[in-house]
């Protein structure tokens, strides 16, 4: 299949299958799907592994600042030359997410990063602590997001 | 007052400074480099450099180490590595941070897992500045700091005399 058939095929199965989403072809090889709300996040993630689009490539965070008050979770899948991405909306205040890790075991430590660096809760996940952060980094601290700000001083070793 | 106390302390302590300064062992650390500073000190103990010929070994175990070779910023993860691995050489032990991110933390610095430069953790001695530094400036500065325990600063009991061995010309 070449790129506008793959594409198609994408959005087929992204929009005509779920009710709600609306894509939008960024680029000609990049679809970006915007589902309405978390729990679209599971069935079109089954569905593209029943179609065979693509494999989970990365997960990205995305925090629009707290004017906003939101945040963004981006779900990349690969198909050959064409990017899938699925995006979900979140409030910034308490934000999860279901755990892919039933269909996509490999997500997992892409998920548990997406929950230690955004404090987006992952639902469902085997283990759910830290992975990349250091030990005795504080509790409820989250370093990308937008209203955390690096000091001289590391985070919870200030000297005062 | 060493001498009436401890008659052989003198000689001892020449014999020991004589035999550090001719043959100092290096533990290599990288708390966090990005691993080229690392590959220029592997490249520093090459026969084309060999750094050797100063009696300079790489060890790999802190107990039989003299001199502390740190690359990197300290992450927040090795820093207790660090100050564990300092506390575990004995005195007399000395650190030679490589690099600008050893240095300052360089491109890391401010980074939400970085403490900063290797100075914010563990005293150190000498500092070789470079991104990374080349075979010679680490030469260099392993030297300098050979030399300057022949004329130890207050406080560390290096005791000298004029017979000790003098250091070789460093190689332009």
Redesign the interface.
């Known amino acids: 299949m070449n790129v506008e058939e793959l594409i198609q095929r994408a959005r087929t199965i992204t929009e005509e299958w779920l009710w709600k989403t609306t894509t939008e072809l960024t680029t000609p090889d990049h679809l970006s799907v915007w589902l309405s709300t978390a729990k679209d996040l599971i069935p079109i993630v089954a569905m593209l592994r029943v179609q065979r689009m693509g494999y989970l490539a990365a997960i990205t965070g995305l925090d629009l600042g707290t004017e906003a008050d939101e945040m963004e979770a981006l779900y990349h899948f690969c198909t050959g030359p064409v990017t899938v991405t699925l995006r979900v909306k979140l409030p910034r205040q308490d934000p999860s997410l279901p755990s892919l890790s039933q269909i996509i075991p490999s997500a997992e430590p892409l998920e548990r990063e997406l929950q230690e660096m955004y404090g987006i809760r992952i639902n469902g996940l085997r283990n759910p602590a830290r992975l990349y952060l250091s030990d005795d980094w504080p509790q409820g601290v989250y370093p990308m997001r937008k209203d955390f700000q690096p000091g001289e001083e590391p985070v919870g070793m200030e000297v005062n | 007052m060493g001498n009436i106390q401890y008659p052989w302390k003198h000689t001892l302590d020449t014999l020991r400074t004589w035999a550090r300064v001719n043959s100092p062992w290096v533990l290599h650390f990288n708390s966090g480099s990005c691993n080229g500073c690392d590959i220029e000190i592997l490249a520093t103990i090459t026969p084309r450099y060999d750094l050797e010929r100063f009696g300079i070994k790489l060890q790999g175990s802190p107990r039989h180490a003299d001199v502390l070779l740190c690359t990197g910023p300290v992450?927040?993860?090795a820093r207790?590595r660090l100050v564990r691995i300092y506390e575990i050489m004995h005195e007399p032990k000395f650190v030679v941070a490589i690099g600008s991110c050893a240095l300052s933390g360089g491109a890391f610095r401010?980074?939400?897992?970085?403490?900063g430069g290797i100075d914010k953790v563990i005293p150190v001695d000498a500092y070789i500045p470079g991104c990374p530094p080349r075979p010679e400036a680490i030469i260099n500065g392993v030297v300098a700091l050979l030399g300057s325990l022949q004329t130890p600063p207050a406080g560390q009991s290096l005791e000298l005399d004029d017979r000790s061995n003098r250091l070789p010309e460093v190689p332009a």
């Open positions: 992450t927040r993860q207790e401010g980074c939400y897992n970085v403490m």
